[in-house]
């Protein structure tokens, strides 16, 4: 057991393939939505949804309540075992988590046949019909839309700068990294502001109407 739980990428897939294995199981066989039943899709597309947004917004917070704020007690000589070493991993998830997290949301919302909808707040049909659902869960889509924005066109990029990530920046002076840096980190704040508001409207969409 140990020699299972000690490999990660044994935890990962197989953790996967029983989660599917459920799916399948209480979708098809329980529930008795046939394979390719649009049903079927929405469940799938809402547990894979809701687990790469955990990887998106969990490395999100683990920037913001744990990274950030000790980085100050770190003695300098040790700052690159987070600088060079733990932050950079911890982008990879952060910005791939954020990329499938948008493309499996708007899935989901394409598969409810309300894309459109959602993402014009209700106006794309007669606004005296707009459903309050899809008012709501515009709201969070686009909210988490800014979020995604800001984690590939200002975090990621000015990370890069600020870590010198890839080495892409070799010859960036002191004071440019740090400004990257602040910059990154301003927004990265911005975004856990804003996911909170967001997650009120991902997850009272489908309780409240
Ligand atoms: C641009 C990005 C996103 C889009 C387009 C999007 C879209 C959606 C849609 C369409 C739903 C289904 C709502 C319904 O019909 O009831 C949903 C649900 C949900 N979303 Fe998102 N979402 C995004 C980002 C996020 C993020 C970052 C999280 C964070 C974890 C998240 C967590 C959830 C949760 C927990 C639900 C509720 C699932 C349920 O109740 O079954 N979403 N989202």
Do not use: C
């Amino acid at each position: 057991m140990a020699v299972f739980l000690s490999n990660l990428r044994y935890v990962a897939w197989t953790a996967l393939a029983v989660g599917v294995l459920m799916l399948i199981y209480f979708a098809m066989g329980v529930a008795g939505y046939p394979f390719g039943d649009r049903v079927f899709w929405e469940a799938a597309l809402r547990w894979s949804h809701v687990l790469v947004g955990i990887m998106w917004i969990g490395h999100l917070y683990y920037f913001n309540f744990t990274q950030i704020p000790n980085m100050p007690k770190i003695p300098d000589e040790q700052k690159p075992a987070v600088t060079k070493v733990i932050a950079p991993a911890a982008l990879y998830w952060f910005r791939w988590g954020a990329a499938l997290t948008v493309l499996t949301g708007l899935l989901l919302a394409w598969n409810q046949n309300y894309l459109l909808e959602a993402l014009t707040l209700g106006g794309a049909s007669d606004p005296s019909f707009a459903a309050p659902k899809h008012i709501l869960i515009g709201i969070g889509m686009w909210l988490a839309l800014i979020m995604a924005f800001n984690v590939w066109f200002i975090i990621w990029p000015n990370q890069q700068k600020a870590l010198n990530i890839g080495n892409k920046y070799p010859d960036l002076d002191a004071a440019t990294k740090a400004a990257s840096g602040k910059t990154a980190m301003l927004f990265s704040r911005t975004n856990t502001f804003l996911s909170v508001p967001m997650l009120v409207a991902m997850t009272g969409a489908s309780t409240l109407f």
